[in-house]
């Protein structure tokens, strides 16, 4: 629905750390129902962008724009109750609660619009969000684990209740910064598995970083490539794999 339509949009946007200027008059738009995957050198700016978008970190200079609303002002769980979500953040997860509770948790702090939402005072309300709560664990394939302790989990499947906790907040746009870090080959190759199955049921706009090339070039629509804060080129992958320029950065130019 309303595909075409601008979902995110940087402008101008800068952040200094002191003298370094790690994000430098990055200006990107993602449409709904895009996949953007943003690469790019260690120390590119790329989790600092994220992290500006998701407003853990304070820009500089600059505007972000979500649905045409500037977010720049926002507290990050304004952000996420207006549709952004953040996965792979394994402090999201509660150890000692269900995979069933993690699911429910999230559903319900979205909607709260609370980041650091207490369940303990809406344990009764779990229950108004376990339809969705399992539609999401079986769409990351978790649903025979719903009754295991979150911590009981193997480490794959901790990643798989990530995003399946970022997917229960029904966001328009997922934020994902290099899932796959300290994975297995296996266990990268599920996690690729599932964005791509989340990609086809859901429709779902996503930005990734990742560092993986063979992974950013068959998941992504269009690739915006940072080097030392800005942005050297953009494209589609088969634009980025020719580019000199993108060459040039990986070489170390
Ligand atoms: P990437 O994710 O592309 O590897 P980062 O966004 O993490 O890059 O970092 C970009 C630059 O900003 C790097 O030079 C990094 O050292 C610096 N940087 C990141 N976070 C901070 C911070 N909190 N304080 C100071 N410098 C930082
Ligand atoms: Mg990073």
Redesign the pocket.
Known sequence: SRSGETLLETRGLVKE??G?V??DDVSIDVKRGERVSII????????????LITRR?EPTRGDILFKGESIVQMEPHQVVQRGISKSFQTASIFPDLTVMENAQIAALAAEHGEFGFNFLTHRDKLTDVHELAEDTLEAVGLLDRAHNDAEDLPYGDKRRLEIGIALAAEPDLLLM?EPTAGMSPEETQATVDLIEEVKEEMGLTFVL?EHDMEIVFSISDRIVV?NR?GVIAEGTPEEIRGDPAVQEAYLGG
Not at 41 to 47: E, F, L, M, Y
């Open positions: 750390f002191g370094l790690a994000t790019g050198p260690n120390g590119a700016g790329k989790s600092t962008l994220i992290n970190l910064d970083v940072l804060g």
